[in-house]
């Protein structure tokens, strides 16, 4: 070998040597480092960003990679809202800066990375959340971060280089009760109190939905951490509304739902554009979920410090029927009150004859109806699990298929001599109702069956779907019983009008005519006009005795 190459390979051995050294020294430098002695700085440096107090358990350092480990991590909650740790973990990695904490043996922190935490987010009765005073609490100085005592991180602006939250679980509180989000993921780089950041966030929803969100937020508020704003695409698959907490499980509004869209926010104003689909959708008590998806194009205001947002002509479209829903919310301590207006034109009603379960309507047991539009004008209002829904209904040009009208009314239409039929053509049926948890009550009803006549009236559909209407039929006569019998008697051989109760279900509903009332509305209906008073009274008893004996008494 010539001498320069011994040179080369000597230099070599030198640098060899130098770097198993150093790597020798950066294995070993740790044992010999007793980085517990850091705790006590490493809490306060941590309080001091969070504005709560930090206990950590064991410290351990890895040079190689620049972090301290800590072992059973636990930041306390806003003692406003609780005594019980805000958060908890068997462990958590804090990046530092090397040489300012081997030399220096100060702490500056440039990650943060928490495994498997447990975090506990409790809103009060006044709609304030336990983590709105994190980082720093109400504004006091000792929140302002300076160039001299920042809690230890690079500089004013940049509040933690990396943050990184994995497989968390998260328990929201409200009102006492808990839903809780599993597999929460987060991350986001360089938190600013000045500037914006990218972050992104992902879990697994109470009923195994799934959440994801990615966008920028920042600059952090220093007064209230709920007030940062924020732009992200949001992602939501099957939020359960009733697992996640967000209505009553007794309320009777249910569903599950899919959207996504656009959400920003500005620190005052959160404000949502998208697409949302509602399945198994449920809107009063004593209802029934839907049989198909509801889709929903939506834009939702939302005030913050107000807690009230309005909706601005969401689209609803379910099967090819299409309707308006405008209005506006508000929180208010344990509840969400509504105030919302529904209205849909010419809706096909082969389409909203399954979305009918939902609003506590059902129709007769083995009956469907074909053709037709639906037209509908109702407000909703009030709490949630105590909504007010009040407006009008009707139907026109469709047919009740599967169900003999004519033959359930038995007597009634014996009475007009009026042929059974497997198929009621329908003109119109028009209705004002009230819907509220004690049930539906109808004020009018007209239903106009041209095979039949009009039956009028009103009453109420209990929750527990037992019908109590007391109604009026004006009956078309084609040679009936009564029909000729009045006729007989001197009658004009006109329509009848006949009351009579429908009672039962409202699956099985059972029309049973009025005793007390039906021979004076014969007599008012076919000898109108006369004035032999004494004749009347006989042709009364006449009727009466045969009514009795047509039906049974």
Same mark, same amino acid.
Request: hydrophobic share 40%; glycine share 12%.
């Given at each position: 070998?010539?001498?320069?190459?011994?040179?080369?390979?000597?230099? *070599?051995?030198?640098?060899?040597?130098?770097?198993?050294?150093?790597?020798?020294?950066?294995?070993?430098?740790?044992?010999?480092?007793?980085? &517990?002695?850091?705790?006590?700085?490493?809490?306060?440096?941590?309080?001091?960003?969070?504005?709560?107090?930090?206990?950590?358990?064991?410290?351990?350092?890895?040079?190689?990679?620049?972090?301290?480990?800590?072992?059973?991590?636990?930041?306390?909650?806003?003692?406003?809202?609780?005594?019980?740790?805000?958060?908890? !973990?068997?462990?958590?990695?804090?990046?530092?800066?090397?040489?300012?904490?081997i030399?220096?043996?100060?702490?500056?922190?440039?990650?943060?990375?928490?495994?498997?935490?447990?975090?506990k987010?409790?809103?009060?009765? !006044?709609?304030?959340? &336990?983590f709105?005073?994190?980082? /720093?609490?109400?504004?006091?100085?000792?929140?302002?971060?300076s160039?001299?005592?920042? #809690?230890?991180?690079?500089?004013?602006?940049?509040?933690?280089?990396?943050?990184?939250?994995?497989?968390?679980?998260?328990?929201?509180?409200?009102? #006492?009760?808990?839903?809780? *989000?599993?597999?929460?993921?987060?991350?986001?780089?360089?938190?600013?109190?000045?500037?914006?950041?990218?972050?992104?966030?992902?879990?697994?929803?109470?009923?195994? /939905? =799934?959440?994801? @969100?990615?966008?920028?937020?920042?600059?952090?508020?220093?007064?209230?951490?709920?007030?940062?704003?924020?732009?992200?695409?949001?992602?939501?698959?099957?939020?359960?509304?009733?697992?996640?907490?967000?209505?009553?499980?007794?309320?009777?509004?249910?569903?599950?739902?899919d959207?996504? #869209?656009?959400?920003?926010?500005?620190?005052?104003?959160?404000?949502?554009?998208? &697409?949302?689909?509602?399945? =198994?959708?449920?809107?009063?008590?004593?209802?029934?979920?839907?049989?198909?998806?509801?889709?929903?194009?939506y834009?939702?205001? *939302?005030?913050?410090?107000?807690?009230?947002?309005?909706?601005?002509n969401?689209?609803?479209? *379910?099967g090819?029927? %299409?309707?308006?829903?405008?209005?506006?919310?508000?929180?208010?301590?344990?509840?969400?009150?509504?105030?919302?207006?529904?209205?849909?034109?010419?809706?096909?009603?082969?389409?909203?004859?399954?979305?009918?379960?939902?609003?506590?309507?059902?129709?007769?047991?083995?009956?469907?109806? %074909?053709?037709?539009?639906?037209?509908?004008? @109702?407000?909703?209002?009030?709490?949630?699990d105590? @909504? &007010?829904?009040?407006?009008?209904?009707?139907?026109?040009?469709?047919?009740?298929?599967?169900?003999?009208?004519?033959?359930?009314?038995?007597?009634?239409?014996?009475?007009?001599?009026?042929?059974?039929?497997? =198929?009621?053509?329908?003109?119109?049926?028009?209705?004002?109702? =009230?819907?509220?948890?004690? /049930?539906?009550?109808?004020?009018?009803?007209?239903?106009?069956?041209?095979?039949?006549?009009?039956?009028? #009236?009103?009453?109420?559909?209990?929750?527990?779907?037992?019908?109590?209407?007391?109604?009026?039929a004006?009956?078309?006569?084609?040679?009936?019983?009564?029909?000729?019998?009045?006729?007989?008697?001197?009658?004009?051989?006109?329509?009848?009008?006949?009351?009579?109760?429908?009672?039962?279900?409202?699956?099985?509903?059972?029309?049973?005519?009025?005793?007390?009332?039906? !021979?004076?509305s014969?007599?008012?209906?076919?000898?109108?006009?006369?004035?032999?008073? %004494?004749?009347?009274?006989?042709?009364?008893?006449?009727?009466?005795?045969?009514?009795?004996?047509?039906? /049974?008494?």
């Amino acid at each position: 070998m010539s001498g320069n190459g011994k040179k080369k390979f000597g230099a *070599y051995k030198i640098i060899a040597i130098v770097v198993a050294v150093i790597v020798i020294v950066l294995i070993a430098l740790p044992f010999f480092i007793d980085v &517990n002695q850091f705790r006590p700085e490493l809490e306060s440096k941590l309080s001091a960003a969070l504005g709560r107090s930090v206990k950590t358990g064991n410290l351990s350092l890895s040079l190689f990679s620049g972090a301290v480990g800590m072992d059973d991590i636990t930041i306390a909650d806003d003692p406003a809202f609780s005594s019980s740790p805000f958060l908890q !973990a068997k462990s958590l990695k804090v990046g530092v800066e090397l040489k300012p904490l081997i030399f220096s043996k100060e702490v500056r922190i440039t990650e943060i990375s928490l495994d498997s935490p447990s975090i506990k987010l409790i809103q009060s009765a !006044a709609q304030r959340w &336990n983590f709105s005073s994190l980082g /720093g609490g109400k504004g006091s100085k000792k929140s302002e971060p300076s160039n001299s005592e920042s #809690g230890g991180f690079s500089g004013e602006d940049i509040a933690i280089e990396q943050l990184s939250i994995n497989d968390g679980t998260i328990a929201i509180v409200k009102n #006492g009760k808990a839903s809780t *989000y599993s597999n929460v993921d987060i991350t986001a780089k360089n938190l600013s109190f000045v500037s914006e950041f990218p972050f992104t966030l992902s879990a697994v929803l109470p009923g195994d /939905g =799934r959440l994801s @969100m990615e966008g920028t937020a920042g600059p952090i508020s220093r007064t209230d951490l709920i007030k940062t704003p924020l732009t992200a695409n949001l992602d939501v698959e099957r939020f359960n509304l009733i697992e996640s907490g967000f209505v009553p499980s007794d309320a009777g509004f249910a569903g599950v739902l899919d959207f996504d #869209g656009l959400l920003t926010s500005d620190g005052r104003q959160v404000k949502s554009r998208g &697409n949302a689909n509602a399945d =198994r959708l449920q809107v009063v008590k004593g209802g029934s979920p839907a049989k198909q998806p509801v889709s929903v194009e939506y834009a939702v205001n *939302y005030d913050l410090a107000q807690q009230k947002g309005v909706l601005e002509n969401a689209k609803m479209v *379910y099967g090819k029927a %299409e309707a308006n829903l405008n209005g506006n919310f508000q929180k208010r301590r344990d509840s969400l009150t509504m105030n919302m207006r529904l209205l849909g034109k010419d809706m096909p009603v082969e389409d909203m004859q399954t979305l009918l379960p939902a609003f506590g309507v059902v129709l007769p047991k083995g009956a469907s109806l %074909e053709g037709g539009v639906l037209n509908a004008d @109702m407000t909703a209002s009030g709490p949630i699990d105590k @909504m &007010n829904i009040v407006g009008s209904t009707d139907v026109s040009n469709t047919s009740l298929v599967g169900y003999d009208l004519a033959g359930k009314m038995a007597v009634l239409a014996q009475l007009a001599g009026i042929q059974s039929d497997s =198929r009621t053509d329908i003109e119109t049926l028009a209705s004002s109702m =009230r819907m509220t948890p004690e /049930g539906i009550r109808v004020n009018p009803i007209k239903l106009v069956v041209p095979a039949i006549g009009e039956l009028t #009236g009103s009453g109420v559909i209990n929750p527990d779907k037992s019908l109590d209407l007391k109604m009026k039929a004006i009956l078309k006569t084609s040679g009936g019983s009564v029909g000729g019998l009045a006729q007989l008697m001197g009658g004009k051989g006109g329509p009848l009008t006949i009351p009579f109760f429908i009672r039962g279900t409202a699956s099985n509903p059972q029309f049973v005519p009025d005793m007390a009332n039906a !021979a004076g509305s014969i007599i008012k209906s076919q000898f109108s006009g006369q004035d032999d008073e %004494e004749g009347e009274s006989n042709t009364g008893k006449a009727i009466g005795d045969a009514l009795k004996g047509l039906f /049974g008494d």
